[in-house]
């Protein structure tokens, strides 16, 4: 009886340590997840802040435009409403497109190109867009390391008795990254 109590008492150790190294692991994996993707968001905010100082700028110059600032303006709003990183994606790659027409309407301006305030302005948000760009690569590489935790095998057994689940990627739709942007001039 001494024999197989100690068994019993050996395999059920095993299996408690195996419990604890995949949950800790798991919530590793979540947490890993979820600084990338405040680091994402920390990045998105740097944008939606240098954009009015850009829409200011082109604004100067382009006083009947008022279309793509309006644009602007509606999505910095819905930026701060918004909470999952598919609805955060949909209005990133809005905002991607009212730049291009931003800059798109700043072309018509020589002196606008010219202005040292707007070329500071220009390359903040060309470092700012490859801040976001890494940001997303971590971030989707994150949810796929923890996605994958969750989905195979022992992972899904402790998953599933301890609510974790899967998460979202931050991608774009693919209509939204082959659509052309369209600039009216009225």
């Known amino acids: 009886m001494g024999k197989g109590l100690t068994a019993l008492i050996a395999v059920i150790a095993i299996l408690a340590i195996s ?3 995949v949950f800790n692991g798991l919530v590793r994996k979540r947490n890993t997840a979820e600084s990338a993707w405040s680091n994402i968001d920390v990045q998105l905010k740097r944008r939606f802040d240098l954009i009015p100082n850009l829409v200011e700028s082109v604004k ?29 994606g949909a209005i ?12 798109a309407v700043a072309e018509n301006y020589p002196d606008l190109k010219a202005s040292q305030n707007f070329l500071m302005l220009q390359e903040a948000l060309a470092g700012t867009e490859n801040r976001i760009a890494y940001s997303r690569n971590n971030y989707n590489q994150a949810v796929m390391n923890y996605n994958t935790a969750v989905q195979t095998f022992p992972g899904l ?6 609510s974790f689940r899967i998460k979202e990627f931050f991608e774009a739709e693919e209509d939204e990254m082959r659509e052309s942007v369209e600039v009216n001039f009225r």
């Open 92 to 103: 990133d790659q809005q905002m991607n497109m009212a730049v291009k027409q931003l800059f």
């Open 157 to 162: 057994l402790i998953a599933g008795l301890f």
């Open 60 to 88: 100067a110059y382009a006083q009947h435009e008022k279309d793509v600032f309006v644009r602007i303006a509606t999505l910095r709003a819905s930026f701060d409403k918004a909470s999952s990183p598919k609805e955060i």
């Open 19 to 21: 419990i604890i190294v």
